[in-house]
């Protein structure tokens, strides 16, 4: 008598999480996410304008990958799409409000008129991730931006931030998942701004 082989309990199990979250996740279709985030406030503040006034300009938006709101879209197992994630408001609103609450912190008043100190910024990446496997999606952040400072002696800083986030949920990726991660990128974001000092002292000089 021949012995019946049994795939091992684990893949049986494997294979039906990935089947439930197909499953619910295709139930209803595809449907857009708009990600509301709130302002970005930077930690603690120095005196506001005691360092002077810089011009901020809008971000400028220099992404390939995506266009105003769009920030990528929603996937379960097998890479099937289940819709658009966008942000609201855009991205580059997103970005300009931290590199803004970030010089404030700094001790710069932020205005959007004079020639120097001047700061401006190309957003290169903003982009959102949902990769799933049987029992989870994982949520993965991508922000890349260009910044470009020039002080009142015509000093130039020149620098590229880059930051990743990662978060996980096993039921939905929902709004308040991804919001959170957005949220954290945008607050590595603006520890990137605060720590460079090479920033404040072109701003500063002069």
């Not at 408001?89 to 008129?113: H, K, N, Q, W």
Request: one cysteine or more; aromatic letters at 4%.
């Amino acid at each position: 008598m021949q012995r019946k082989s049994r795939a091992p309990i684990g893949s049986w199990v494997l294979a039906g999480g990935a089947a439930v979250l197909l499953a619910a996740a295709c139930a209803s279709g595809p449907q857009n996410l708009v990600v509301t985030i709130p302002a970005y406030v930077a930690g603690a503040t120095a005196a506001a304008g005691a360092r002077g006034t810089v011009r901020l300009d809008p971000a400028k938006d220099a992404r390939r990958e995506s266009v105003g709101a769009l920030v990528g879209e929603r996937t379960t197992v097998g890479n099937v799409s289940l819709g658009s994630v966008q942000t609201n408001p855009p991205p580059v609103t997103l970005v300009t409000g931290v590199i803004r609450s970030e010089l404030g912190a700094m001790g710069f008043g932020v205005g959007d008129t004079g020639d120097t100190p001047r700061v401006s910024a190309q957003l290169v990446k903003f982009q959102i991730a949902t990769p799933a496997t049987a029992l989870y999606w994982d949520i993965n952040g991508e922000i890349e931006l260009d910044l470009a400072a020039t002080g009142k002696d015509r000093r130039k800083h020149e620098t590229h931030y880059a930051v990743q986030c990662t978060g996980r949920t096993y039921a939905w990726p929902g709004e308040e998942v991804i919001g959170g991660v957005i949220v954290s990128c945008l607050k590595e974001l603006g520890g990137k701004v605060r720590s460079d000092t090479a920033l404040g002292d072109t701003l500063g000089a002069g």
